[in-house]
């Protein structure tokens, strides 16, 4: 397990004397959140946030389920990036026969490869990443795309069963509303029927004002879906409206197509104008990260705007695409009016495929840069666009962090009994239990223990930190017992810490400029040691650490850090048995990471727990 840290507001800092006094009354789940921070790989930083903002603020995102569940369409995995990169996979792309070997039509290709792997959306491995991913970030519900009239229950089930599990342990995980379009009614019946008869799983639903909510169309669409305005292309499916019996149950929202006409009772999956317009009566508004080609709705690649380095100011498409200037811009909109946004709609985290059109083109995915997912891939944008999120989800949710004043506690690492000390530690950091658990899955297309992964070891349930005068002291729960240390293993209970104001980020591993415990000796000794510069480490000093059943305790010298009692700057992580250390992609991927990912928590900010 590692932990790691860097520093949380640097130089700006206030001296001790013009610190506040925290009087929040937050819990761990809520201290964690606030208290999140990291930088992505473009140097943009997330920074810790103090609370909510005023008024009503909630935020979704596009959630697909269907990966794996049309194998009859998908009978290999065809890649395009993958295609493009080849003279043979370019010409297979723009072929129009049936039976391509490379590129057949009317088979699902992927945009590019996810982070996890060309996966099925059964995985329960894959739904819990998400769900940990989608809480940290502070995302509000999720809206399910059922819009082609499919729902996949067995997939609903599993996501469903994962929000509850998470909401046990005091998370607040995304909650779920269904977005319909396509045979609207018929769909919605089906998933009443399935899911809403009964209050099973009214803990789940998205019920800003109430009643589960829900989109889809009735007699009041106004042609703001496509089904509506366009009757002649759509035949009996422009009349599918929810039927008067079951909506009684619902919360019931228009489905707004960028194509169609603005209904203001709508929620807006996309936009194909520019400022996106604000819904006035559900103030809501969409916020995409590219949009389809809307001269050309089989062209996902036609436009400009569908890139996702197209500059609405400039109207050129940037060349650093991976910066996600369509997505700043789109966010900008909401930010531009402040008050009248109750509701962002984010398009969107997985969808990663697109059907081959008889034409030989593709609609909504075609490229990494023509796509709309915000899941991290294997490939050129990495996490990007997910900490993109995060630090404009921070701009619109919360406030500023304000700098407040250290606790300060000295910690006895001798015995078992002194773990009492730390029920009085203000800075409570929780980690989703069970996110740690073996993968063994089938890939999109079926075929068996495609993905496997057994690296799970220490499931880190709850992080601690206080210091004194001399020493900066960690506490790390599992869920289990700690594993027992095994020579050579530089992976186990480690600590990685980047501290101190001054800080420069040259000689760095991501932003972490310490690791501690990599080499742990039988005497309670352990390593301190610093960057040279990026996953290569040399001696900085000593530790201590002591482990009794499922509890991990480190006692750091403040000055191997270049920290003092009253200049205690530092983000952290805690890690176990991460494959990959030197990639810090793989810190969403194996072991255990808490927070998962390039995510950190921070110290620089306490505050009281309710029952003090």
């Known amino acids: 397990m590692a932990i790691t840290g860097m520093g949380c507001g640097g130089g700006d ?101 996810p982070l996890f792997g060309y996966y099925n959306m059964r995985d329960p491995w894959v739904i819990m990443r998400h769900m940990e991913m ?30 509850t599990a998470l909401q046990r342990q005091g998370f607040t995980p995304p909650k779920v509303m269904f977005y319909t379009n396509s045979n609207s009614g018929t769909t919605v019946k089906k998933i009443y029927n399935e899911f809403y008869q009964t209050e099973k799983y009214d803990h789940i639903w998205f019920s800003p004002n109430g009643k589960p909510m829900i989109v889809g169309i009735t007699e009041n669409n106004n042609n703001a879906s496509d089904q509506t305005k366009y009757p002649g292309t759509y035949g009996e499916s422009s009349k599918d409206f929810i039927p008067q019996e079951i909506r009684y149950r619902f919360d019931i929202v228009e489905s707004q197509w960028p194509n169609g006409d603005l209904n203001n009772d709508s929620i807006p999956w996309m936009s194909w104008s520019y400022p996106q317009p604000v819904h006035e009566n559900s ?32 109207g050129r498409i940037e060349a650093d ?7 700043e811009n789109q966010w900008q909109t909401v930010f531009d009016n402040e008050g009248l946004v109750e509701n962002v709609l984010v398009t969107g985290w997985n969808e990663w495929m697109a059907v081959k059109q008889p034409d030989g083109n593709f609609c909504d995915d075609y ?107 960690f506490y790390v729960k599992t869920k289990e017992d700690v594993t027992a240390h095994q020579s050579g293993d530089t992976g186990w209970m480690n600590i990685l810490i980047s501290a101190g104001s001054d800080f420069s980020g040259k000689s760095d591993f991501c932003g972490y400029n310490y690791l501690i415990n990599r080499t742990p000796g039988a005497d309670g000794a352990t390593s301190v040691e610093r960057s040279k510069g990026g996953y290569a480490w040399e001696t900085a000093g000593s530790a201590q650490y002591r482990v009794y059943g499922n509890v991990m305790l480190c006692a750091v010298p403040l000055s191997a850090l270049g920290l ?19 990639d810090i992609m793989d810190y969403y991927v194996s072991g255990d990471s808490a927070p998962i990912g390039r995510l950190s928590y921070c110290l620089l900010y306490t505050s009281p727990s309710p029952r003090d």
């Open 367 to 473: 490229t990494s840069e023509y796509s709309r997912d915000i899941e991290p891939d294997n490939g050129p944008y990495g996490d990007n666009f997910y900490l993109q999120l995060i630090r404009n989800l921070r701009s619109y949710k919360y406030t500023q962090a304000k700098h407040y004043k250290y606790q300060k506690m000295t910690i006895d690492l001798s015995s078992e009994s002194s773990l009492t000390q730390w029920d009085h530690v203000k800075a409570h950091y929780l980690d989703i239990s069970g996110d740690a658990m073996a993968r063994d899955y089938e890939n999109a297309v079926g075929t068996a223990h495609s993905y496997t992964d057994s690296s799970n070891r220490n499931d880190i349930a709850e992080v601690k930190v206080v210091h004194d005068s001399k020493n900066l002291y």
């Open 13 to 113: 800092t206030p001296p001790v004397s013009e610190r506040e006094t925290d009087d929040r009354a937050l819990s761990p789940a809520q201290y964690t959140l606030m208290n999140l921070a990291g930088t992505d790989a473009l140097g943009r930083k997330i920074e810790p946030m103090d609370g909510e903002k005023e008024g009503t603020r909630y935020s979704g995102i596009f959630y697909s389920l269907w990966l794996g569940q049309h194998q009859y369409m998908q009978t290999a995995i065809y890649d395009i990036n993958e295609l493009l990169s080849t003279e043979e996979g370019a010409a297979a792309l723009k072929s129009t026969e049936a039976n391509n070997p490379l590129s057949p039509v009317g088979e699902f290709h992927f945009c590019g490869e």
């Open 283 to 314: 103030k809501a508004i969409s916020v995409s990260v590219a949009q389809h080609s809307p001269s050309r709705i089989h062209y996902s690649y036609m436009d400009p705007q569908s890139s996702r380095g197209y500059d609405y100011k400039t």
């Open 564 to 582: 003092t009692s009253d200049s205690c700057y530092i983000q952290f992580k805690v890690t176990d048995n991460v494959q990959n250390p030197g």
């Open 134 to 163: 989608l809480t940290m970030a502070g995302i509000d519900y999720l809206a399910v795309d059922a819009t082609n009239a499919s729902f996949y229950p067995e997939v609903c089930y599993t996501l469903f069963e994962t929000i």
């Open 321 to 327: 695409w991976q910066r996600g200037k369509n997505f």
